[in-house]
């Protein structure tokens, strides 16, 4: 099972929110300033937090900043490259509107196995952006990155 198989299997929403938002160019934010942002209680953002301490994901010290760590951007690329690629399925293949494609593809994405994953950039001959505009990140694990696409 790869890094993200394992991941999405014993990742939490809230973790998964967490790290996309400290990816969104939040990074370095304290736990009571992220708490009032995502409006989640600061016990549970803490927990949220300490689990991705222990997986490597996230350095954090009580009173200072949260941080993504590099395994932790790299996670978060591969998130988000599942979403987007998952959003021009949907557009292209289900002709749903760019706003519900992508709002679909929020709520299923990490369903997708990897391979299925890349399998749909391949399709699409690996688009650098989605329908909505945004550009798709390539990770390491993206196997479209290793074979130079």
Same mark, same amino acid.
């Given at each position: ?50 689990? +991705?301490?222990? %997986?490597? $994901?996230?350095?954090?010290?009580? /009173?200072? #900043?949260?941080? *993504?760590?590099? &395994? ?7 998130? +988000?490259?599942? %979403?987007? $690629?998952?959003?021009?399925?949907? /557009?292209? #293949?289900?002709? *749903?509107?760019? &706003? ?50």
């Amino acid at each position: 099972m790869d890094k993200i198989e394992n991941f999405k299997t014993n990742m939490a929403e809230l973790d998964y929110k967490v790290i996309k938002f400290l990816f969104r160019g939040n990074n370095l934010i304290k736990i009571g300033v992220l708490s009032d942002k995502m409006e989640v209680p600061h016990s549970t953002l803490g927990s949220c937090i300490g689990r +991705l301490k222990k %997986k490597g $994901l996230v350095k954090y010290e009580p /009173y200072y #900043e949260v941080e *993504l760590t590099s &395994e932790g951007e790299e996670l978060a690329k591969e998130i +988000l490259r599942h %979403k987007h $690629l998952i959003e021009i399925f949907f /557009y292209r #293949e289900l002709r *749903l509107s760019k &706003e519900k494609a992508h709002k679909e593809s929020e709520k299923i994405n990490l369903l997708f196995s990897c391979e299925t994953i890349n399998k749909i950039c391949e399709k699409y001959g690996h688009p650098k952006k989605c329908p909505c505009g945004e550009t798709i990140l390539n990770s390491r694990l993206c196997y479209c990155k290793q074979s130079n696409y």
